[in-house]
Each structure stands twice: as structure tokens, then as C-alpha cells.
């Protein structure tokens, strides 16, 4: 029997509020950047505020199911951090419950989200869509908001162009008024000019009424073309004129049928039927091309009778040369020849472009239907993929509120983004198969998840910043610097008889192996990568150096204390073979690029490796130096 516990239900509350919080604010983003995609075709239109909300509801159901995921990824980290952050994962751990039980009513609660995106995207979605692709086409067609600028030629009005030298906003007086009539073409143009001039739009928004006085008007009596001469015009001065000019500003839906055939306005069913239907009609016109193309339209015309082709088969059967008898023929047949051969190639080029062009348009569309009814699916595993990622880095990052989360949620949505946009683009465009361009990201999320999963439930360290930037200076050959004080309490006082001797022999130690192995000079490349010897001796000086910087760091001098801190930090692999197995030093020295770098690099740690061998021996007299004299010791 299902058992909902009081920590179940904790665990659902705290990630439920911030879930809706979240998930509004990705909403607004979303919709914030899709208004921007179309602020040139909303401003200057003068559109109702019903429209406007229209707008504004349609593009907000298409867009939550896009939203959703990234809710979920920044809800379930942003929890999980609270969590680590407030050491109540931590309590819940050591109470014994592990983190896959943890999120367990999460899991739950993830999978319903799952199930309402995808109910959304298969019926609520195609009909958003539809409403608003017809409502943005609608606005499209729409005229824009009538606003005559001062000083320029304005023709948003179609067949006219207006000028205003100036106008009055406060009366909408319009002065210096000049108006082309260009509706029975720009050679017979109408032509307005007038003093002064007032322009106000009808009731029924689909004329302009303009009121012009003291002007002129020219316009010619009969048609004008390019060899007409002295054409009769008429001129007419007038004190007030009055023009309605056809104007339809009103904003008149588009039929819906319009958006019928985009692939984003049908369900999962629809998409399969209409490319089970788009196939029968490509194969069906694809058969039909095949068979003109084997027919006579694109054979030689010019074919043998039945009695060429025996005589031809004959043993004296003659041999034509296509290129004698070409140049054989007059200047008059060559050039019908090439006339008649260069309207056969392009005709027949022309029409298998033609033809191509309505196979790919088809092709193109069955694989656009086949990316909606894979991205339906895609999109709602994505929410419990990033559900996946989101809970455990909470719970390994273990920093809660709208920082660290905020920062690492849109670092990951982008990187789904950038691969799920570059496999749709592939697989749209025909390079890749439709599944594989839009399961990429969800392939790539899953194993991530997992790991993820996978190590925040047992405990690992993952993101340790101090691993992390270790690994790069151990990369990078940046060591640490000794940090040596006096302490407070000395239990044990070093034995300075000893260290002196020790002192001297690690000096001859230190001399002994850089003459022996010459670390100045170049290794012999082809050597350093055959060796498969540890270098022992040198670990062995750096354990000596260790074990007497040790003891000598429970000394009360403090001359002698901060000539410890000369002494270097020696690392006693960076100078040998980068790997640990000898097949893959081998397999590195053969690839030349690779194993040429590594040899770079081998021989600057083997230069550093001479120097600090010369700073231990410089360091090892100045400290015995300070020990025979005995002072504050």
C-alpha cells in the first residue's frame, strides 16, 4: 500500500513553490524573446489591445512546454542546494535514507509535468500554433498605422506618395503639401500640390478623407509613353479640394485554413497520416518522373530504323565521327546545330529543376512532420533528463537561492540548446537521419544524468574546486610555495649533529645526479620514450629534503625557519614519461605531434628540476651555516 510520508510531503511543498516561481519566470523570458522575433511586425500597426492579448495567450501556450524543462532543471537545483546548504540532506542521509529515495515523490511528481508537456505539445500546442501563426500573418497583411513624416516621400499608402514639408501634431495641419497619384502608373502620374492641408480616416476605417486648400493639380488627358511627344495636360488651381483616397486600416482576420499544412498545428496522429499520405504522393509523382525520363522526352531523337541497325551489324559497317561531320557542315548548319542543342539542354535542365525542386519540397516536409512527432516526445523527457542533472549537482554543489543554481542551470540549458538546435538543423536539412538529429540531446543528457545520479547518491566528490585546480597546476607545472612559521609548542628539538651530516650528504646527493643525468642538455627522444625506469633516485633526494624540512621546522630560529623556505617544492614525475603505462608512452613517441609535445615539455621540467637541485645545495650550506654558528638555536 502506497504510504505518503510527512517527508515526502516536505520535500514535494519545497519543490513545488519554487517549480511555479520558476517556471512563470521562463515563461517571461521566452516570451519576452519571442515578442522581440516579431516587434517589427507589431509596432506601427496600431493593433487593438484584443489583438494584442491574442497574441500575447497563443504565444504563451505554445511556449510552456519549452519552459518547462528549464523549471524543472533550476526548481530541483535550486531545492537540493537549499537542502545541502541547511544540512537537512545531510540529516536526511544519516537518518539512513539514500538520495534515490530522496527524490522519489519528486520522480513522481517530474513524470506528471512529463505527461501535461506532452499534452500540451499534442493538443493544446497545434491549436496555439495554428491561432497564432494565422494571427501573426493577419498582422503582416495588416496596413501600418497611418503617420505621414515631415521632409520625405511617404508611400505606405498604396498607389500614392505623399510629402509634408511640415505639420501641426496638435491640430494635424498639414503644410507645403505635395501628392503623386500613381495608380495608372508612374509615366502618368497624378499630381497634387497644395498650401495647406487637413487628413482624418473614416468611421468604417477603409477610406481617408483629405481636405487640401490653395493647390494645383496637373495631370495628363491621354496616355503617356516612351515616344510621345507634346502630350495636351490639364491644370487646375483650386482654393479647397476635397480627396478620398482608399485606405483600409482595419485589422480583418486570415482564414485558418492558411496554417492547415504547417507541421506544428497537428498532433502526433495527424503528423503520422499526413506522412504516410506525403510518401504515397512522392513515390506516385516519383514513378511518373521516372517514366519520362525513360520515354522519348529525354531520349535521342534521332534514333536507327530497325534496317540502320543491320546494316550496322554488318561487317563492313561504316563508322560516323561526330565531330568530322560537324565540321563538314556551313557556318548556317552549325549554328542551327548548336542553336537547337543549347534549347534542348536548357529546356531539359529547366525541367529537371523543376522536377527536383517539387521531390525535395516534398522530402522536406516529411521531415519536418517527422521532427514535430519525435520533438513531442523529446521535449517531455527532457523535463525528468534535466530533473536527473538538477538534483544531484544541487545536492553536490550544496548552495541554495539564485546564484550558484542560476548560473549553472542556464550554463546547461545553453549547452542542451546549441546541441538539440544542431541536430534539429541536420536532421532538417536531410544530413543526418530525423531520429538521430533529434534524440542527440537527449542521448547526451542521459549519460550525465546518470553519472550524476549515480555519484551524488554515493557520496563522491565531484566539482571539488581544490581537485580541480590541482589538476591544472600539476598540468601546468605551477607548484606551491613552503610556508614555514614558528610554532607555539615544540615537543621534539632536532638533532642538529645529525642534520648536518644529513645536510651534506643529500648536497652530494643532489650534485651526484645532475652530473649523472645531465639535465640541462636535451634527452635523446627516441631513448626517453623506450624507458619504462621509475626514476627512484630522485624521489628518494626529495624524501630526504622532506623528512629534514620536517624536523628543522621544530626549530626556534627564525633565520633558520625562513631559510626553509627556500627550499623548493620538487615534483619527481614531471621530468619523466607523461604516462604510467609503457605501451602508451610508446604509442605517444610514435605519433609524433603529441609525442613532441610532451618532449617540449619534458625537457622544461628537466632544465627546472637542475635548477632546483642547485637551490637545495645553495639552501643546505646556508642552513648549516646558521647551524655551526649556533646562534638562537
Known amino acids: 500500500m502506497l504510504r505518503i510520508k510527512k517527508l515526502d510531503i516536505f520535500i514535494v511543498k519545497s519543490f513545488l513553490l519554487l517549480f511555479l516561481g520558476t517556471f512563470f519566470i521562463c515563461l517571461f523570458i521566452f516570451m519576452m524573446q519571442f515578442l522581440w522575433s516579431y516587434v517589427n511586425v507589431l509596432v506601427g500597426k496600431g493593433l487593438d489591445m484584443a489583438v494584442m492579448g491574442q497574441f500575447f495567450f497563443y504565444s504563451a501556450l505554445s511556449l510552456v512546454p519549452v519552459s518547462l524543462p528549464l523549471a524543472v532543471l533550476l526548481a530541483s537545483l535550486i531545492t537540493f542546494g537549499n537542502f545541502g546548504e541547511r544540512y537537512e540532506l545531510l540529516a536526511m542521509k544519516a537518518a539512513g535514507i539514500p538520495l534515490i529515495k530522496i527524490m522519489r515523490p519528486l520522480f513522481i511528481l517530474v513524470c506528471f ?12 500546442g497545434p491549436i496555439a500554433q495554428q491561432k497564432l501563426g494565422t494571427l501573426i500573418i493577419s498582422v503582416k497583411q495588416k496596413s501600418p498605422e497611418l503617420d505621414i513624416p515631415e521632409g520625405v516621400f511617404y508611400d505606405e499608402i498604396p498607389g500614392y506618395n505623399l510629402k509634408v514639408a511640415k505639420k501641426n501634431r496638435k491640430t494635424g495641419m498639414l503644410y507645403d503639401v505635395l501628392i503623386y497619384d500613381l495608380r495608372d502608373g508612374p509615366e502618368n502620374a497624378h499630381i497634387i500640390f497644395a498650401d495647406s492641408g487637413r487628413m482624418e480616416m473614416t468611421a468604417d476605417k477603409q477610406h481617408l478623407n483629405l481636405y487640401l486648400y490653395s493647390g494645383e493639380l496637373f495631370e495628363n488627358l491621354k496616355s503617356q509613353n516612351m515616344k510621345s511627344k507634346n502630350v495636351p495636360y490639364r491644370r487646375e488651381s483650386f482654393s479647397h479640394k476635397f480627396v478620398i483616397i482608399e485606405f483600409d486600416s482595419d485589422f ?7 496554417m492547415s499544412n504547417a507541421a506544428t498545428t497537428k498532433s502526433m496522429g495527424v503528423l503520422q497520416t499526413s506522412v504516410d499520405s506525403m510518401r504515397v504522393v ?4 516519383g514513378r511518373r518522373y521516372y517514366t519520362d525520363l525513360k520515354s522519348s522526352t529525354y531520349s535521342n531523337s534521332y534514333r536507327l530504323t530497325a534496317q540502320d541497325s543491320t546494316k550496322l551489324q554488318d561487317e563492313n559497317r561504316v563508322r560516323y565521327n561526330i565531330d568530322s561531320l560537324f565540321e563538314a557542315s556551313t557556318l548556317n548548319q552549325k549554328q542551327k546545330a548548336m542553336v537547337a542543342v543549347t534549347s534542348r539542354s536548357e529546356g531539359m535542365s529547366s525541367d529537371l529543376k523543376f522536377k527536383s525542386y517539387t521531390m525535395d519540397g516534398n522530402d522536406y516536409q516529411i521531415r519536418r512532420h517527422n521532427i514535430e512527432w519525435h520533438k513531442k516526445i523529446t521535449i517531455s523527457l527532457s523535463c525528468l533528463l534535466f530533473f536527473f542533472i538538477g538534483a544531484p549537482l544541487g545536492g553536490i554543489i550544496r548552495k541554495g537561492g539564485l546564484g550558484m543554481p542560476v548560473i549553472v542551470s542556464v550554463f546547461l540549458f545553453i549547452f542542451y540548446y546549441v546541441i538539440d538546435t544542431s541536430g534539429f538543423k541536420m536532421a532538417r536539412d536531410g544530413r543526418w537521419i530525423v531520429w538521430m538529429g533529434i534524440w542527440m540531446s537527449s ?6 544524468g546518470a553519472f550524476l545520479t549515480y555519484k551524488s547518491n554515493k557520496d563522491s566528490v565531484v566539482l571539488n574546486t581544490d581537485v580541480i585546480i590541482a ?29 648536518l651530516v644529513r645536510l651534506q650528504e643529500l648536497t652530494d646527493e643532489c650534485r651526484q645526479y645532475a652530473e649523472a643525468n645531465r639535465l640541462r642538455k636535451a634527452p635523446n627522444y627516441f631513448k626517453l620514450w623506450m624507458s619504462n625506469t621509475d626514476d627512484t633516485e630522485m624521489k628518494a633526494i626529495q624524501r630526504k629534503l622532506e623528512v629534514l624540512v620536517d624536523e628543522l621546522s621544530n626549530s626556534r630560529s627564525a633565520t633558520l625557519l625562513n631559510l626553509l623556505n627556500n627550499y623548493p617544492i620538487i615534483t619527481v614525475n614531471a621530468h619523466t614519461t607523461p604516462f604510467n603505462i609503457h605501451w602508451l608512452n610508446v604509442a605517444a ?23 632546483d637541485l642547485e637551490r637545495v645545495i ?15 638555536l
Not at 619 to 632: C, F, L, M, S
Open 618 to 632: 645553495k639552501t643546505d650550506a646556508d642552513v648549516a651555516h646558521v647551524i655551526e654558528q649556533g646562534k638562537n
Open 113 to 124: 509535468i512529463c505527461c501535461v508537456s506532452f499534452y500540451f505539445q499534442n493538443v493544446i
Open 471 to 499: 589538476w591544472f597546476k600539476r598540468v601546468l607545472g605551477i607548484r606551491d610555495v613552503r610556508h614555514i612559521f614558528k610554532k607555539e609548542v615544540i615537543i621534539h628539538d632536532p638533532n642538529y649533529p645529525s642534520v
Open 589 to 611: 613517441g610514435l605519433f609524433v605531434p603529441v609525442g613532441l609535445f610532451f618532449y617540449i615539455r619534458i625537457w622544461i621540467f628537466r632544465i627546472r628540476l637542475s635548477k
Open 443 to 448: 542521448a547526451i543528457l542521459l549519460p550525465l
Open 252 to 258: 480583418n482576420m486570415a482564414d485558418a485554413s492558411i
Open 282 to 285: 512522392g513515390d506516385s509523382i
